[in-house]
T-cell receptor, first 114, second 111 residues
Framework: NAGVTQTPKFQVLKTGQSMTLQCAQD?????MYWYRQDPGMGLRLIYY???????DKGEVPNGYNVSRLNKREFSLRLESAAPSQTSVYFC?????????????FGPGTRLTVT | LAKTTQPISMDSYEGQEVNITCSHN???????ITWYQQFPSQGPRFIIQ???TKVTNEVASLFIPADRKSSTLSLPRVSLSDTAVYYC????????????FGTGTQLKVEL
């Protein structure tokens, strides 16, 4: 099992450009999450999906959109990138639908917006 | 108001036992205590979870006193590879999907 995979690993964007971060899991998990981590900080939840077809906002959703394409895949889209969105983005998944449940994280995507 | 408070950093030497204490004065009845480990350039990894008393697995022990207002992660005989950031989280079963990470404790293990 690959676990949680993310593409791309690195990306540089200019202000105003758009892009989609891809995430997939092969553990038959129900819930998927997108976090961002800024230097020296903990992770902050952007969006999550408790099941296929549902998505909900987390702590910092502004400037992002998500799509739960199917049970395996959860994508994060930046429509008009801003320098404040420079960060490392982590996707995660869990079998259950509670923060109590163990979350499995991907390797991250390092995004720089100039 | 932060849900948890833990030291910003700790230093240790190989072979020593390391104890990282987390304060969570406002823990609710249905909250569990979970610890994650994060290496540089990697996503966090679940270490251990508990509700009360003591929990032990192959990598760590978690000690929770009766009042549950704090908890201690114990790493026996650390090695250089245990150098990482350790996050203490308090989350409730059925409390939704939000997992709240603080800034964590940077553990540095030296020879």
């Amino acid at each position: 099992n690959a676990g949680v995979t993310q593409t791309p690993k690195f990306q540089v964007l200019k202000t105003g450009q758009s892009m989609t971060l891809q995430c997939a899991q092969d553990m038959n998990h129900n819930s998927m999450y997108w976090y961002r981590q800024d230097p020296g900080m903990g992770l902050r939840l952007i969006y999550y999906s408790a099941s296929e077809g549902t998505t909900d906002k987390g702590e910092v959703p502004n400037g992002y959109n998500v799509s739960r394409l199917n049970k395996r895949e959860f994508s994060l889209r930046l429509e008009s990138a801003a320098p404040s969105q420079t960060s490392v983005y982590f996707c995660a998944s869990s079998f259950g639908t509670s923060g109590f449940d163990e979350q499995y994280f991907g390797p991250g995507t390092r995004l720089t917006v100039t | 108001l932060a849900k948890t408070t833990q030291p910003i950093s700790m230093d240790s030497y190989e072979g020593q036992e390391v104890n990282i204490t987390c304060s969570h004065n406002n823990i609710a009845t249905n909250d569990y205590i979970t610890w994650y480990q994060q290496f540089p350039s990697q996503g966090p990894r679940f270490i251990i979870q508990g509700y009360k008393t003591k929990v032990t697995n192959e990598v760590a022990s978690l000690f929770i006193p009766a009042d549950r207002k704090s908890s201690t992660l114990s790493l026996p005989r650390v090695s250089l590879s245990d150098t990482a950031v350790y996050y203490c989280l308090v989350e409730g079963r059925g409390g939704g999907n939000k997992l709240t990470f603080g800034t964590g404790t940077q553990l540095k293990v030296e020879l």
